[in-house]
């Protein structure tokens, strides 16, 4: 599958065309206007509105009635500021309210009718990853778990080293969230747990050995090795830690689970 970057950059021609991005949510429709995506990955135009287009999804299977009427509204401008702009290189996509809504169906031939072009409809691992190349594009060099709530569903990614490695997508928003009939307030912890518990990388566990009292001896390496060891105080290493110097995940979880046993006065360094 390509990435929304690579997918862009094989349709149109970046450097003389204008791009718009539909998405259309579980609870919001925005639509961004970029005047060189290949240069600047900045939108001159950006806005959102709130459709609920999912509300009730999960007692009815439908999409809202109002929420619909009101998405059509708000689509209908946005096609006539295309218009006005000349703006012809259109995307849209949507998420987990169209990939789940039985009466999905005429809804989507009205915005293709409305624009003249194909709406996509992401899967679930989708939305993680380009939720993950959304961020990668912000930070120089992403580690570390990428989440995006949206209305419908959350997206979680494990990226390490600007890697993608890990993602999914759970059925877990916010308008999911107060509206499911199955889900009360009293078991919304338990739910949402056992729902991250079947993510089996999401519940990785690692082990942490902390020895202490050791003695100093002189480095042994074998004939093939060359070791050069570097004594720095604990200190240092969470200072670097903090200020973002160390960024391996690993090292990261590892030396503030020992900073805080020290703070609870479990382990003395």
């Not at 720095?232 to 995940?249: A, C, H, I, M, T």
């Amino acid at each position: 599958m390509k990435s929304l970057d690579q997918e862009i950059k094989y349709n149109i021609d970046l450097e003389t065309s204008k791009i718009s991005i539909i998405d259309i949510g579980s609870n919001s429709i925005r639509m961004l206007i970029y005047e060189n995506f290949n240069y600047s990955r900045v939108p001159f135009f950006n806005e959102k509105a709130v459709c609920e287009l999912g509300k009730n999804l999960d007692k009815s299977r439908k999409l809202n009635n109002k929420g619909k009427e009101y998405a059509l509204k708000v689509l209908k401008r946005f096609s006539e500021i295309l218009n006005v702009s000349k703006i012809k290189n259109v995307r849209i996509i949507a998420t987990a309210v169209l990939r789940e809504a039985i009466d999905a169906k005429d809804f989507i031939q009205e915005v293709e009718n409305l624009f003249n072009t194909k709406l996509r409809i992401l899967s679930g691992n989708e939305e993680a990853e380009y939720t993950a190349e959304g961020v990668k594009v912000g930070f120089k060099n992403v580690d570390g778990l990428v989440a995006d709530l949206g209305g419908g569903s959350l997206e979680l990614t494990k990226v390490e080293n600007n890697i993608i490695t890990d993602k999914t997508s759970l059925p877990i928003g916010v308008l999911r969230l107060m509206n499911n009939p199955l889900i009360k307030k009293r078991n919304l912890s338990k739910y949402v747990r056992k729902l991250f518990k079947d993510e089996k990388w999401l519940s990785k566990k690692t082990l942490l050995y902390v020895a202490t009292q050791l003695t100093e001896h002189e480095p042994e390496p074998d004939e093939n090795e060359e070791l050069a060891m570097v004594k720095v105080p604990f200190e240092e290493v969470y200072q670097r830690v903090k200020s973002g110097e160390l960024k391996d995940s690993l090292t990261v979880a590892a030396v503030l689970k020992i900073k805080l046993m020290q703070l609870e006065g479990t382990l003395s360094i």
